[in-house]
């Protein structure tokens, strides 16, 4: 069991927080004063420590800059109207670390380290938490091999570390997307479920592809037929359709399990639509569901990316297009989610962590 006092910590001694304003911040840009770091060796982690934000010296032959051996979390601090800080469904977070972890095989990290570690590390800079709407301070856990070597293997040491950025929503406007046909995420077998560095790179061309086109973000398709839709480049997909909502099911292992995805099946079942999960989504369905006038809104959900309008949604020469204006579902999910997050209403779920 790691204890607080197994955590070495040090401050800085004076907060950047002096010198810059909580409002209006865009995703990811900011840092706070403390990081955590650990170090995996030798079988087992050591040097665990919070210590000022400051850049890393590593080797040229890091393995993780090789061979992609790295994989992250995001995760939502929160301050309620007293003032108090939660943390939304950490548990759930740490749990999908350790398979994206065991995908790469790289070490599990002890509940204890992951949890009490974010913990302390947020309790330091919790001034740091925005109170802004749809502000947050972002946590993002992530581990990465470091043996210098180049040779193709696991590796025997690894850094897991957490940075914290205060941080404003991801997209600040309906999204138009693009269905992707050409390129593939991911295909049964592969790591389309793990929340791998390389995920994330390999996206890149494809997302640059549909920019150039005048799209926001690709939605996937499967890797074979690209019919069967998947997710969103940084967001999980739903659909109403009629009087019941779809999200792609998660068993081929193609689509990341997220917990914002998670809470929004809970969400939409309370406010009283069927929610199919377990079934794959073809884009044929989606295009004869939007000729008949009943695909009613498309969303994403995200940690970085909350609920996501979709305003347009483009396949091939088909284009499906929406007035986000008249929306009520994704609106209410979003202000029921928020509402939570934001402790304006009771957490009868057990999703807010209190710090
Ligand atoms: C998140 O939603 O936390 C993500 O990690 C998505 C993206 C920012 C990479």
Do not use: C
């Not at 060796?41 to 040097?47: H, L, T």
């Amino acid at each position: 069991m790691i204890a607080a006092m197994d955590i070495n910590v040090q401050k800085v001694s004076t907060s950047k927080l002096n010198t810059m304003s909580l409002e209006n911040l865009p995703f990811g840009k900011y840092y706070t004063d403390h990081m955590l770091e650990a170090d995996y060796e030798d079988g087992e982690w050591k040097n665990i420590e919070i210590k000022p934000y400051q850049p890393l010296l590593l080797e040229p032959s890091t393995a993780a800059i090789h061979y992609g051996q790295a994989i992250f979390e995001g995760i939502k601090a929160y301050k309620d109207p007293a003032g108090n800080a939660f943390i939304f469904r950490p548990h759930d977070n740490y749990k999908r670390f350790n398979l994206s972890a065991e995908r790469m095989q790289m070490p599990a990290v002890p509940e204890d380290i992951f949890m009490e570690g974010m913990r302390m590390l947020v309790d330091i800079d919790k001034n740091w938490i925005p109170s802004q709407e749809d502000h947050s301070l972002y946590i993002r856990p992530f581990m990465f091999s470091t043996d210098p070597v180049i040779g193709v293997k696991p590796s025997e040491k690894y850094k897991f570390m957490i940075i914290l950025s205060p941080t404003g929503p991801y997209y600040n406007k309906p999204m138009r997307i693009y269905v992707e046909e050409k390129y593939t995420r991911a295909a049964p077998g592969g790591i389309g479920y793990a929340k791998a560095a390389g995920n994330y790179g390999a996206s890149m061309l494809a997302t640059t592809e549909a920019k150039n086109k005048g799209y926001d973000q690709v939605l996937w398709t499967d890797a074979f037929e690209h019919k069967y839709v998947q997710e969103i480049g940084t967001m999980n997909v739903f659909f109403i359709i009629g009087d019941k909502a779809y999200t792609p099911e998660l068993t081929l292992g193609t689509i990341l399990g997220g917990v914002t995805r998670d809470s929004s099946i809970t969400i939409l079942r309370e406010m009283g639509f069927e929610v199919i999960d377990t079934e794959r989504v073809h884009i044929d369905n989606l295009i004869e569901a939007h000729k008949a006038g009943a695909l009613f809104e498309v969303f994403g959900t995200g940690t970085a990316a909350t609920i996501t309008l979709i305003q347009e949604l483009r396949y091939k020469d088909y284009v499906m297009e929406f007035d986000t204006n008249k929306w009520r579902i994704a609106p209410e999910l979003k202000k029921r989610l928020n509402d939570i997050r934001y402790g304006k209403t009771a957490d009868n779920h057990g999703w807010m962590y209190k710090i």
